[in-house]
């Protein structure tokens, strides 16, 4: 049984920082896409960062120099520091995966088969 489960949210003020992290389990990690996507209210879920099969990492010109995706055990956690926090960053935050084995990573949140639930950063002051 495939799970994604986030942890630490919260509030900050801008130009803060939160570390987001992400427990998966229930599919081979090294042959997935794995990513953090967001969705601000009213706005479509977006892609922030993600590993791509073979490790390499990529991230949205938006949280560029200011986002760090990480991974330990074999990447079966994953992390995101944010750094420099805005208020456009309030969002709810998604660790998703992509297990299929066809097609490359992208951002594309519909090529995404499994979601944790979510956890909510709010950057106000």
């Known amino acids: 049984q495939v799970q994604l489960v986030e942890s630490g949210g919260g509030s900050v003020q801008p130009g803060g920082s939160l570390k987001l992290s992400c427990a998966a389990s229930?599919?081979?990690?090294?042959?997935?896409?794995l990513g953090w996507f967001r969705q601000a209210p009213g706005k479509e879920r977006e892609g922030v960062a993600r590993?791509?099969?073979?490790?390499?990492?990529t991230y949205a010109e938006s949280v560029k120099g200011r986002f760090t995706i990480s991974a330990e055990d074999a990447k079966n956690t994953l992390h995101l520091d944010m750094g420099s926090l805005r208020p456009e960053d309030t969002a709810i935050y998604y660790c998703?995966?992509?297990?299929?084995?066809?097609?490359?990573?992208?951002?594309?949140?519909?090529?995404?088969?499994?979601w944790g639930q979510g956890t909510l950063v709010t950057v106000s002051p």
């Open positions: 229930g599919f081979t990690t090294s042959d997935a896409c």
């Open positions: 998703a995966a992509k297990t299929s084995v066809y097609g490359e990573c992208t951002f594309d949140p519909r090529s995404y088969s499994y």
């Open positions: 590993f791509s099969r073979s490790g390499v990492i």
